[in-house]
Nanobody, 120 residues
Framework: QVQLVESGGGLVQPGGSLRLFCAAAGSIFNIFAMGWYRQAPGKQRELVATISKGGVTNYADSVKGRFTISRDNAKNAVYLHMNSLKPEDAAVYYC??????????????WGQGTQVTVSS
């Protein structure tokens, strides 16, 4: 199994910045995609950003131009740089990784979540 450990959440003022970090460890075969999702109280979990092993990125419209996702393939790590934070960005952010064992078996793994609070 793969374990994802997240860090970097916290309390910031509107317009501030945070950097989230997530690293995968365990029985890793080939992580071909990683991403970040978030869930606010009473809301469904939503996609924030994803990145492929080759560096191709995808962002939710609500964060384009403000958030940047990046990864370090050698370390099986993914980052989310969040700028110009808004109160509506407040949520629990979850790291995701998709692992391929090379035999046609795909597994999705999730981090424990890290709280991001945006308030003045």
């Amino acid at each position: 199994q793969v374990q994802l450990v997240e860090s970097g959440g916290g309390l910031v003022q509107p317009g501030g910045s945070l950097r989230l970090f997530c690293a995968a460890a365990g029985s890793i075969f080939n992580i071909f995609a990683m991403g970040w999702y978030r869930q606010a109280p009473g809301k469904q979990r939503e996609l924030v950003a994803t990145i492929s092993k080759g560096g191709v990125t995808n962002y939710a419209d609500s964060v384009k131009g403000r958030f940047t996702i990046s990864r370090d393939n050698a370390k099986n790590a993914v980052y989310l740089h969040m700028n110009s934070l808004k109160p509506e960005d407040a949520a629990v952010y979850y790291c995701n990784a998709d692992d391929d064992d090379g035999l046609g078996n795909l597994s999705a793994y999730w981090g424990q979540g890290t709280q991001v609070t945006v308030s003045s």
